[in-house]
């Protein structure tokens, strides 16, 4: 989609600043006017950009107030992260190694397709993809398109390790509890290191007897997912 940037909009200090404030300008970005005179803004996470679209009508009223000659009808809040392209990850293991390819995980381009994200399933091979950025870059760009909008690969997140917890109500004493996480936090920073951050989901709670709560995952988390089970049980045997 086409935006207009009218002569005035790079001045974001004299119109964008006033209408939204210091702390969301400093997170929020606008891009340009559609041909329905919408604005279309870009924010800087997932969190903003949720709470940006929550406001958005808000935000719209402000920009009405502060631009009454341009008659602003609303605000539109482009999405924080896409799928990865399916061409990027089918030829990822080319990419980066057939070795880093099954530890490097592709996960989502953000910054309106500017940068792509990925995950480490160790340190270690964070630190050997680490040299290999500028060259998987453009090796990626060549894929994709030389004029695409990506940029930049910065160096991975380690991937979370993420541990299910469950108990009968009863089960409340804070002793043992407290102990039970302490060996669990010490056994998977002895499997993964002490640099990935570990989650605790409870699955006391159920939506229906028999059935745990249970979180929705793409295609890229789910694989990866498969990957950190088969890694555990062999880590535990």
Do not use: K, N
């Not at 950025?133 to 991937?159: F, G, K, M, S």
């Not at 039970?180 to 699955?203: K, N």
Request: charge should be neutral; hydrophobic fraction near 40%.
């Amino acid at each position: 989609m086409s935006l207009e940037q009218p002569a005035w909009f790079a001045d974001v200090d004299a119109w964008w600043v006033p209408a939204v404030g210091e702390e969301v300008a400093a997170r929020v970005r606008p891009l340009g006017f559609d041909a329905e005179l919408r604005l279309h803004v870009e924010c800087d996470s997932r969190a903003w950009t949720t709470q940006v679209r929550l406001l958005a009508h808000l935000l719209a009223q402000r920009l009405a107030r502060c631009l009454p000659q341009y008659q602003v009808t609303g605000v539109v809040v482009r999405p924080y992260a896409v799928p990865v392209p399916l061409v990027l990850e089918e030829h990822w293991p080319e990419l980066v190694g057939e070795d880093l390819g099954a530890q490097i995980l592709p996960l989502q381009v953000v910054r309106q397709g500017r940068e792509l994200s990925t995950l480490a399933l160790s340190a270690e091979a964070r630190e050997r993809f680490r040299p290999l950025i500028p060259e998987v870059l453009e090796a990626a760009r060549r894929l994709l398109d030389p004029d695409c909008a990506l940029t930049e690969i910065p160096v991975p997140a380690l991937y979370p390790v993420t541990v299910a917890v469950t108990a009968s109500e009863g089960w409340d004493d804070p002793r043992i509890i407290e102990s039970v996480l302490f060996d669990t936090w010490h056994d998977v920073t002895q499997v993964y290191g002490p640099g990935h951050s570990l989650c605790f989901e409870h699955t006391a709670h159920r939506t229906q007897p028999g059935r745990p709560r249970r979180r929705r995952v793409d295609g890229t988390q789910r694989r990866a997912l498969r990957r950190r089970r088969t890694d555990l049980y062999a880590a535990g045997r």
